[in-house]
């Protein structure tokens, strides 16, 4: 068993990622959202006021999808919505990052 830590870049696809997750077996998560550092540094520090056309700065809110997940199933997650015409890792908007758990205190 893993935890799934998954970075979503843009909230446009949130729903399709739920979906694959839950499809995919995945359903015991939590989901937060909010801001990316670029958009914090935009409106909240003026000496980067003149950054807001950068490529970087324009998506400004993301979530963070984390729960407990096997390798085989946040692939088949990924496999879906590639399949699906979402290839949202070749668009560069979703990183998934898979840690190792050793033990759960419950």
């Known amino acids: 068993m893993m935890y799934m830590v998954l970075h979503l870049y843009s909230d446009k696809y949130l729903e399709d990622i739920l979906l694959a997750l839950s499809e995919a077996g995945i359903s015991d998560t939590l989901v937060l959202n909010g801001e990316t550092l670029?958009?914090?540094?935009?409106?909240?520090?003026?000496l980067f006021a003149s950054f807001k056309d950068s490529p970087g700065i324009m998506q400004s809110y993301g979530s963070v999808i984390?729960?407990?997940a096997k390798k085989e199933d946040v692939a088949f997650a990924l496999e879906e919505l590639k399949n699906s015409g979402l290839d949202l890792q070749k668009k560069g908007l979703i990183k998934v990052y898979l840690l190792p758990i050793s033990e759960v205190i419950e």
């Open 38 to 46: 670029g958009k914090k540094m935009l409106y909240d520090i003026p």
């Open 66 to 68: 984390m729960g407990e």
